[in-house]
């Protein structure tokens, strides 16, 4: 016995350096979430708020892949909250894919949540005081291409006890005002930011504490509270900021860096910024000292955090996030908007407080739901490619990559690597 203590700890070692990342292309502190993967599909079968077949009944319980046979707006009345380890793969919806409109969400202890592909639009009819999305509390959790806008107080926050967690290729924009925030970014188990564009908000864009890795990100037209707020305080943070690139818009007042302190340690690499309005793009380079960067105290080493695979250029990050930044499978009209702004350099843009200054949700196209003769979430044609077999619900099976096949169909819908 007392040699298999040993031994098992190897194994256990073993095991955690080769993680399975979430899907191809996941990385960051969240990267090896697992979500559902050890249990079942749900498809989403309609649109409704609630009830059987709807997205609210699908996250309720841990251990599911969730997929969709519809697509279109689902309309909420109240939050929706998330169980543990469930992965939602909204690029498998037909047509334009899925908005959910109305209020907010909560992924609070959700942890080894998986998200991808699907907009989270909360709007004034939300819930008073809360998020689009929450997350208090929770590890190992991974959102990716996600939209995220109007916000009734943050739009997508992370604080308490939790970590281990990715905000990857995300919009997050117009938290409706007065409050009109981007997001509060507080904990000391890690946060990695990458590739997102934070877009209208007045302040929060976003502001972090704590152990936090912000690379490749685009921050527009932020109003008068602040850009990247470093909000140390007395609690101690560590953080690198590498690859950025600020462009200041109509609403913007203030400079990209703000409120940072002695207790605010950063490591800043290559971040540009351009301030003028112009409607041309031609940021330069912030130099590295205290002063450009709100007063941070700036260190010469990189924090050891998961690393992302190819680190961008700013001009590289932002013709990535305008092209697939966001629910980009198809781009909704709000998105469409939103992209434009930043394509104007400093000429549009605004913060709003009623969701109707962006013509609401608006309309999509639900497409048609594919055959899908043994009902286990991957259509009869797609596996044929794979060579499951369309008469047996076999889609929770793990294939040779250790993805199951629902997941290896649902990747091959979406571009795989940084995009
Ligand atoms: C979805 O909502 C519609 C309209 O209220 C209702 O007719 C239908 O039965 C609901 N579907 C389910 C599965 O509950
Ligand atoms: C996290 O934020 C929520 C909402 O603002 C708050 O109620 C809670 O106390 C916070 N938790 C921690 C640990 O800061
Ligand atoms: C994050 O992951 C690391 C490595 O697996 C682990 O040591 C740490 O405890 C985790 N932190 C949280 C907050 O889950
Ligand atoms: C960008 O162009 C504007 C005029 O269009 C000019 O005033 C500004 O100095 C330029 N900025 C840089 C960094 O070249
Ligand atoms: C401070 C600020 O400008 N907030 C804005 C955030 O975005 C919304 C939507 O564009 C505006 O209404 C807010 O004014």
Redesign the pocket.
């Known amino acids: 016995m007392r040699l298999t203590l040993p031994l098992l700890s190897v194994l256990a070692l073993l095991q955690s350096t080769s993680a399975l990342v979430a899907f191809p292309g996941a990385e960051g502190f969240g990267a090896d979430a697992v979500g559902g993967r050890q249990g079942d599909v749900y498809i989403v079968s309609n649109l409704n708020d609630s009830g059987e077949g709807s997205l609210r009944d699908a996250v309720s319980e841990s251990d599911r892949i969730v997929v969709f046979s519809v697509g279109g707006v689902i309309e909420i009345t109240d939050r929706i909250v998330v169980s543990k380890r469930v992965t939602i793969l909204g690029q498998t919806a037909p047509g334009d894919g899925i908005t959910v409109y109305g209020n907010g969400w909560s992924f609070s202890n959700a942890d080894e949540s998986i998200v991808r592909y699907i907009r989270v639009r909360m709007g004034k009819g939300g819930s008073s005081g809360k998020d689009a999305i929450t997350i208090a509390d929770g590890s190992n959790m991974i959102f990716d291409h996600l939209s995220v806008s109007w916000g009734r107080d943050e739009t997508f926050s992370i604080n308490g006890s939790g970590g281990n967690i990715t905000v990857q290729n995300s919009i997050i924009g117009q938290g409706l005002q007065t409050h009109s925030c981007g997001g509060l970014i507080q904990t000391d188990g890690g946060v990695s930011l990458l590739r997102n564009l934070y877009i209208d908000n007045k302040t929060r864009n976003p502001k972090v504490k704590g152990v936090n890795e912000f690379t490749n990100n685009v921050v527009y037209n932020w109003g008068g509270g602040g850009g990247y707020i470093a909000g140390g305080s007395s609690a101690e943070s560590f953080v690198n900021v590498i690859g950025n690139y600020f462009i200041s818009g109509p609403s913007t007042s203030v400079t990209a860096f703000t409120r940072g302190n002695e207790n605010f340690h950063a490591y800043v690499d290559t971040n540009f910024y351009?301030s003028?309005k112009?409607?041309?793009l031609?940021?330069?380079e912030l130099g590295v000292s205290s002063t450009n960067y709100g007063g941070m105290d700036l260190v010469t080493t990189r924090y050891d955090y998961p690393a992302v695979a190819s680190t961008l250029t700013p001009e590289e990050a932002l013709a990535y996030i305008t092209k697939y930044g966001g629910a980009s499978k198809v781009r909704d009209s709000v998105d469409s908007k939103l992209i434009d702004q930043v394509e104007s350099y400093g000429k549009d843009g605004a913060l709003i407080s009623d969701e109707a200054d962006m013509g609401g949700a608006g309309d999509l196209d639900g497409g048609s739901s594919p055959t899908d003769t043994d009902g286990d979430g991957i259509p009869d044609a797609a596996e044929e490619e794979l060579g499951t077999d369309p008469k047996t619900a076999d889609s929770m099976k793990l294939d040779s990559s250790g993805y199951t096949y629902l997941e290896v169909w649902a990747n091959s819908l979406v571009p795989s690597s940084y995009q």
């Open positions: 351009d003028d112009d409607g041309t031609n940021g330069s």
